[in-house]
């Protein structure tokens, strides 16, 4: 269970634009009433989303203020989760870890720990910054017990990466829409789903939008998880992503959604004119809402290491990010990638991922994290 912090605040109904382009189809969940049958319009398979922007019924007032969080996760739950992390970092905290089965503290052990540290792709300069600060520890400490060392380690670490915790907060504007991009093959329309799931069981209205309209079964797969977590979505079959965008951002703000999530199409930081599709899909997503995309999230592989660090400098000099998902650092030995964004682009880290279940995205804690990867 995410335990990020939400805030609910009355909203002023709007009146809504239409979009000049083809209207997307909307389609409702397999698994539960639309929110068309909810409102007393029956049961359409897909409508365009304009046709649904004034519907013919009384609106109730909107409610007042409320603040409030979903419950944190139990004890047994947070074990299980440091269990799957300490695992899933296994392969990268594993060399950290030798340097440490030594009975002395020399220039060897500190020269045997930088090699480590780069091997496990924290980078030069957040290598460099965490050699100077053990060093600095271990002096202050007048530790001589390796295993006294490895515990400051683990503060440096800590240190060093608590500027990248932040919880994702939902409702301060209504609705709240994403934008998610990656390249392909990061985990990005599976992380939107667990994200999806995550939010719709806090109680959260959601809706997608299949923007990634150039993949093959992207939209489709994005579907898949709609029908999974009973949400709707917003598509269109060959169009234009920032169309889609647009009238899914229009519906949700009629339909009083609380979240619109963008799945964007996979894009190469190095394709320029690419990227400078996601800059107009952004733009886009502005005029439907003022102040939107409130969240630029970029999926970045664990398994790439520094390559992945080059990610987050390409996508937030074009996007601005606002905040990262991890995922697959159970595949890699360069989980130490998060040392040098922390070092080089602090973009907050929301959620890491260690595997394919659902439970296997969760929040980013500093303090866990550099635990779980020096206990491999």
Known sequence: MFSF????????????????????????????????????????????????????????????????????????????????????????GSSIAQVFTGTQIDDALYEELEGALLMADAGVKATEFLLEDLRRRVKEAKATDPAVVKG???????????????????????????????????????????????????????????????????????AVWAGRTNVEIVSQEGGDPSAVTFDAVVAGKARRCDVVIADTAGRLPTQLHLMEELRKIKRTINKAQDA?????????????????????KAFDDALTLTGLVVTKLDGTAKGGVLAAIARERPVPVYFIGVGEKLEDLETFDAREFANALLDS
Do not use: C, Y
């Open 292 to 312: 939107a995309p409130h969240e630029v999230l970029l999926v970045v592989d664990g398994n790439t290491g520094q390559n992945a660090l080059a990610q987050v």
């Open 5 to 92: 912090f939400k805030k609910k605040t009355a909203v002023e109904p709007q009146v809504e634009a239409t979009s000049s382009a083809p209207a997307a189809q909307v389609q409702p969940p397999a698994k539960a009433r639309s929110w068309l049958e909810k409102i007393g319009l029956g049961s359409q398979s897909a409508v365009p989303a304009s046709d649904v922007v004034a519907p013919p019924v009384a609106v109730p007032e909107p409610p007042s203020p409320v603040v409030s969080s979903p419950a944190e996760p139990t004890a047994a739950e947070r074990s299980t989760w440091l269990t799957k992390l300490r695992n899933g970092l296994r392969k990268t």
């Open 152 to 222: 400051l380690l683990s503060d440096a670490v800590t240190e060093l990466l608590q500027p990248l915790e932040k919880q994702l907060v939902i409702g301060e504007a209504s609705p709240t829409v994403m934008m998610v991009v990656g390249v392909n093959g990061a985990g990005k329309t599976t992380s939107i789903g667990k994200l999806t799931r995550h939010l719709a069981d806090a109680g959260e209205i959601v809706l997608l939008a299949a923007a990634d309209t150039f993949r093959a079964a992207a939209r489709e797969q994005l």
